[in-house]
């Protein structure tokens, strides 16, 4: 059975050696490479969840943890109506048992007691048509394209940017 909750700072080690192995497993999903990314280490992580409410994350416990998904408040006044999700990542060991989609689930209900906020706002590399479709099942849509969005290792990739009206 799969438990998923908010992480607290004692899961931080263990987020961020699932976020180190996300890195290496689908560089092309995520924007930081392990060699910049915050979430990276335990300490970056606990000055993420210290910024709580405007900054969450979200695992899922079988009882490791075997996937993620963060969720942050726009900074500016003008976009506060908007959370930003990123850094989805289920383990490849659970992929295709509805994972993903429960985390989602749970991201969008977390997102909708949030007073103010309307929206939810992603982006997902062109290179990753099956997580499109994850989260076009939950409700996204697509609204833009950005062309060579991501250059890695001489591959030039675009992002799909895609909302969730609340």
């Known amino acids: 059975m799969t438990a998923i909750r908010l992480l607290t700072a004692d899961d931080a080690e263990e987020y961020a050696a699932l976020r180190r192995d996300s890195l290496l497993d689908a560089p092309l999903a995520f924007t930081a490479s392990p060699e910049d990314d915050a979430a990276s280490s ?17 695992g899922a416990f079988a009882p490791e943890l075997i996937g993620m998904v ?7 006044l003008k976009r506060a109506h908007k959370l930003h999700v990123w850094g989805v990542y289920v383990r490849a060991t ?12 749970a991201a969008i209900r977390h997102a909708r007691s949030m007073p103010g ?4 706002d992603l982006s997902v590399n062109s290179t990753a048509p099956e997580a499109q479709r994850v989260y076009e099942r939950v409700g996204f849509r697509m609204w833009g ?6 250059r890695w290792r001489g591959e030039v990739t675009q992002e799909h940017h895609m909302s969730l009206q609340l």
């Open 42 to 58: 335990a300490e970056g992580v606990r000055k993420m969840l210290a910024r709580a409410p405007d900054s969450v994350i979200l």
């Open 70 to 76: 963060g969720m942050y408040r726009d900074h500016h």
């Open 94 to 105: 659970h992929r295709g048992s509805g994972v993903a989609v429960a985390m989602l689930e």
């Open 117 to 120: 906020i309307a929206c939810l």
């Open 145 to 150: 394209c950005e062309p060579d969005a991501l």
